[in-house]
């Protein structure tokens, strides 16, 4: 990070108290989000919030890796499926119905306890989008401007997963850690849970570790049209993210979920979704910038809160369309989108990969449903296995969903421990049309798997078997069908800092790299490894920043993957060192623990004026040293934060007391 001034993650930068209800803030100041700056005015026409991050993201993967941007790396992926994607739907007079499913990331919460969010709150959030791209009458999306478009696109819950069962398009999925960050998300949510891009519009509610993003998309490719890149992104991240407290409306609220004003009308997700359409900003992301749309007045910047007409600006247009989607004014404030946006949102329609397959995709269209029938999912098991501890007993986790007509009531589920005997349990309940329940398995196995069956529901036959069968691995235990496994390390600019090793149980070496020639300015291509692991030994993969700031600021990552390309272990978040154990095991399964050498995380680091603290309660005590052992200052965290603009230049030591432990972290005041 030394001598750079464009950091890549967004939080590096927020300074000062901010109160979180409903987003009133004080004082915010600079914010870097995907290396783009908001100045302190920015962030007040916002409430202090980032409205999105889509030109960033986009600005972001640009430079990251100009050979990332070739075609080739997804037309590989993508090949076979275009081949299938017949125009076999019949559209409408001209409308498109583009199927969506969203992605609702939790850590094991109770369905409707945040960030689990309801199913009314999804639906709310695909009607708001209907509403403003159909400019349906009597609703917020209607207007009167004569350039004001009906789109012609509009969106619907799959209801046919990527298996071909039946599914409300919602997709839960607990992955075992609160909150997020952009670079994370990109990296590893979307990858674990996205559903085929030329299928669905994947859409996900997730809790952003940075409280001030709204969301952000990913612009289509090939589309043609002036102002976008010819790639704009993997197909595996393809899609809009969204915080979850912004994700839906509290207009068709029932009652079961809470979203924070002036965001809550799910304009964040109209906005996102234009993006993915090929919309830019209305003010051209530059002052008096284009949008490359004809029929929208030119903006001087972007509007926040709700302006009055007429507001005329210093580019020469007379009066803004600040209720444009495609500005920065709160969610009440927004109502069109006009004729030539629609035909730019058309043409990508027509032209983008994983966007005119999307036409012909049938995943919206209801199958036969039966009165009887349940589906298992395995839930991921959250519960870390060092390769030290002897196995512990587990609870494992199914979740069994009503997908039949009738309500379920009942069902038998037969399971085996590691392929042991079969055994059966009874679940007994009342469950509507598409929601579930959480049935407990207990194992004393500790690792390995458990695979388990629907046998009978309501007391009789499951009428379909397609979706009966789940399984759920132990310990975080990942199956391997290989001893082959790949490493990827995608360094940031600064390669000198990195270094890393795998060692087998017995502390031997096997594969190590780094350092590594600094790049700057230019981003470092991806490394690629093989590895070989042979069975029944447990590895440890230790990566150190000499820096103490980690790879991630800069977009670096590491992932370890098996042989069928599933994420074994992966990071990039960390200070001065990281370590992530996992097992292969005689079953073929490995298991991941993580050990990050400070737990307690700080940052921005280096740090200007406030340090940002993380894993570590509020009132917690906190003593700060300097280089010498010197107390410099003490006091307890308040709002995570602490102000240390005081403190001269130079290396520092925070430790953080409780009565259970005492962690330290170096930083530096720059
Ligand atoms: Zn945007
Ligand atoms: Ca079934």
Redesign the pocket.
């Known amino acids: 990070m030394k001598g750079k001034t464009t950091f890549k993650l967004p939080f590096l930068l927020f300074l000062t108290l901010f109160c979180l209800v409903f987003g009133q803030k004080n004082d915010p100041a600079d914010k870097i989000v995907f290396g783009k700056t908001y100045t302190l005015e920015e962030l007040r026409k916002t409430n202090g919030f980032v409205?999105?991050?889509?030109?960033e993201y986009e600005a972001m993967l640009q430079q990251k890796n100009p050979k990332r941007m070739t075609e080739q790396q997804f037309e590989d992926w993508i090949g076979p499926l275009i081949t299938n994607a017949q125009n076999n739907k019949s559209q409408n007079g001209g409308i498109i119905t583009i199927p969506v499913v969203v992605h609702v990331i939790h850590s094991g919460q109770a369905l409707g306890t945040a960030p689990n969010i309801t199913d009314t709150q999804v639906q709310s959030q695909i009607t708001v989008m209907n509403n403003d791209y159909r400019k349906l009458a009597g609703s917020p999306g209607a207007n009167t401007s004569p350039v004001g478009a009906d789109t012609m696109i509009q969106f619907a819950l799959a209801k046919v997963d990527p298996k071909g069962n039946p599914t409300n398009g919602i997709d839960r999925v607990n992955l075992c850690q609160p909150a997020w960050s952009t670079s994370v998300i990109d990296s590893y949510v979307k990858p674990v849970t996205i559903w085929d891009p030329t299928k669905y519009m994947n859409m996900w509610s997730v809790n952003f570790s940075d409280p001030d993003l709204l969301g952000?998309?990913q612009f289509p490719s090939n589309s043609s049209l002036p102002g976008l890149d010819v790639n704009g992104g993997y197909a595996d991240t393809d899609g809009v993210v969204a915080n979850y407290a912004t994700f839906g409306s509290s207009t068709y609220n029932d009652g079961t979920f809470l979203l924070s004003a002036p965001y809550d009308r799910g304009r964040t997700m109209t906005?996102?979704v234009g993006?993915f359409l090929g919309l830019r900003?209305i003010w051209g992301d530059s002052n008096c910038g284009t949008d490359y749309v004809a029929d929208t007045p030119v903006h001087r910047t972007s509007n926040g809160g709700c302006p009055v007409h007429p507001k005329s600006n210093s580019c020469g247009t007379t009066d803004e369309m600040f209720e444009n989607y495609?500005d920065y004014t709160f969610d009440t404030c927004m109502n069109i989108f006009t004729i030539n946006q629609k035909d730019r949102m058309v043409a990508v329609m027509n032209n983008s990969p994983r966007r005119m397959e999307l036409k012909a995709s049938t995943a919206d269209i209801a199958i036969p449903l039966f009165a009887n029938d349940g589906e298992l999912k395995g839930e991921r098991n959250c519960n870390e296995t060092s390769c030290a501890d002897a196995p512990t007993a587990v609870t494992a986790q199914f979740s069994l969903y009503n997908r039949g007509t009738s309500p379920l009531t009942a069902a038998v589920i037969t399971y085996s421990v590691n392929g042991g005997p079969q055994q059966t349990t009874s679940w007994s309940g009342n469950l509507a049309q598409d929601k579930y329940a959480i049935i407990s398995i207990p194992s004393v196995a500790g690792v390995g798997s458990i695979s388990a069956s629907i046998t009978s529901v309501n007391g009789t036959t499951d009428q379909r078997a397609t979706n009966n069968s789940a399984s759920v691995v132990l310990g975080n235990t990942v199956p391997v069908s290989s001893t082959n496994f790949t490493f990827e390390l995608q360094l940031d600019y600064y390669g000198s800092e990195t270094t890393w090793d795998l060692k087998n149980s017995a502390g031997t070496i096997l594969y190590s790299g780094g350092n590594y020639p600094d790049t700057d300015p230019n981003f470092p291509a991806l490394l690629t490894e093989n590895w070989t692991l042979p069975l029944n030994d447990c590895y440890t993969f230790t990566i150190n920043d000499s820096y103490g700031d980690g790879i991630y600021v800069d977009e670096g990552f590491y992932r370890i993957k098996n042989s069928a390309g599933a994420i074994i272990a992966a990071g990039q978040e960390f200070t001065d060192m990281q370590q992530k154990q996992f097992k292969v095991v005689g079953a073929l399964a490995t298991g991941e623990v993580t050990k990050d050498k400070n737990t307690a995380g700080i940052y921005p680091n280096p740090v200007s004026d406030v340090l940002n603290v993380s894993n570590v309660a509020n009132n917690t005590k906190y003593e700060i040293y300097n280089a010498v052992g010197q107390i410099v200052k003490s006091g307890a965290i308040e709002d995570q934060k602490i102000r240390v603009a005081e403190l001269t230049k130079g290396t520092y030591f925070i430790t953080f007391k409780n009565d259970k432990k005492t962690e330290s972290v170096k930083f530096i005041k720059k």
């Open positions: 409205r999105c991050a889509s030109s952000y998309a906005h996102e993006h900003h495609m």
